[in-house]
């Protein structure tokens, strides 16, 4: 592979990747921006925080945020994964690093949300900053303005991040060393049917990224334990693979299958072990999946229904009322609405 690729430009569509940047941004409730292996941005910065962007436009202060910055990347670089810390400003921060080959590439910097005060301590404040931040009344406003999160919601996140950006990095790589190794063997084709084949290779690489962020932000949202459900050795394989492909669509054959046991007898044992149906309960358990979906996420209603490998939306509406009683846009809705009143 030529060593080109190793710059963050040579491997990334940049614009594309801004888009997934900003979705990711708004799914995860971080501000987040990718810097390549020196620091400097290769990407806008997307959900910034206000309290940020002041603190950052400071000469004084912003020496402090770089410092911050340099030391979290070297320290993720260090470990090959996350690193999640408080800055000098007592907001949390979190590097990921991108890696090929165990070479340090660049690094997607997230954050910018508060911790709850009694998990302060959890983290290492890097740096401690001299200056005075709030005597002004609209500063310490903007600083109450950012998000809370806790630390497991944002090692979820960081996690997410790291699992998608090396995905998506990996894939590209693997395109650009087929295109490649395409254009050594056919140097004189006409450039119309080269930019086919890219276009067509690209199209399936754009599907199987989709696939991938969609089930990371999925995975990222659902807490769900399965542990406590089957104690059936025997079921263990059907159950433990219905758990980790949530977008997924099984049928009771394939579980049997998956059990190395006939049908007839994986539906009495699953009954046996649950109280219902194999239908019934993974109809009821994707419901309940959704339901952590709407009410943690802007995500349309179509957009769940797809997630959950529903055939359409209107199905995953007539499921959600058959066990809810209510519509998923009633639900969501009331929840919101509760939230408001607390």
Not at 213 to 225: G, L, P, Q, R
Request: a neutral charge; glycine letters at 4%.
């Amino acid at each position: 592979m030529q060593t080109s690729y190793l710059d963050l430009y040579k491997i990334l569509d940049i614009e594309k990747w801004q888009r997934l940047q900003d979705s990711l941004a708004q799914s995860t409730k971080l501000a987040i921006i990718t810097v390549d292996y020196k620091g400097i941005p290769v990407t806008t910065h997307s959900c910034p925080r206000s309290f940020c962007q002041y603190v950052r436009k400071q000469p004084e202060l912003l020496q402090y945020c770089f410092k911050c910055d340099s030391r979290g990347g070297l320290d993720a670089v260090r470990l090959n994964a996350p690193y999640i810390y408080l800055c000098h400003c007592n907001i949390l921060d979190l590097a990921v690093p991108i890696m090929i080959d165990g070479k340090y590439i660049g690094a997607v910097m997230a954050g910018e949300v508060r911790l709850p005060p009694e998990e302060e301590n959890r983290l290492e404040k890097i740096l401690i900053s001299t200056k005075a931040l709030f005597t002004n009344d609209d500063l310490v406003q903007m600083y109450r303005d950012i998000p809370m999160a806790t630390y497991a919601e944002v090692q979820q996140s960081a996690n997410m991040l790291f699992e998608v950006s090396n995905y998506i990095v990996e894939e590209a790589i693997n395109k650009n060393m087929i295109l490649e190794m395409y254009s050594n063997l056919v140097e004189n084709v006409e450039f119309r049917e080269k930019s086919d084949f890219i276009a067509g290779y690209s199209q399936n690489n754009n599907q199987n990224v989709k696939k991938a962020v969609d089930s990371a932000i999925t995975n990222a949202y659902i807490k769900s334990d399965n542990s406590a459900i089957c104690k059936n050795p025997v079921l263990r394989p059907a159950f433990d693979y219905i758990y980790e492909n949530k977008g997924g669509s099984v049928m009771q054959k394939q579980m049997a299958n998956l059990c190395h046991i006939s049908a007839s007898h994986f539906s009495r044992l699953f009954v046996k072990e649950v109280g219902e149906g194999f239908s019934t309960f993974y109809s009821r358990l994707k419901v309940q999946w959704s339901k952590q979906l709407l009410e943690q996420t802007d995500l349309s209603i179509a957009q769940i229904s797809e997630r959950f490998g529903f055939t359409d939306s209107s199905y995953y509406i007539k499921i959600f009322r058959k066990y809810e009683s209510i519509t998923p846009a009633v639900y969501r809705k009331y929840y919101q609405d509760t939230r408001i009143m607390e």
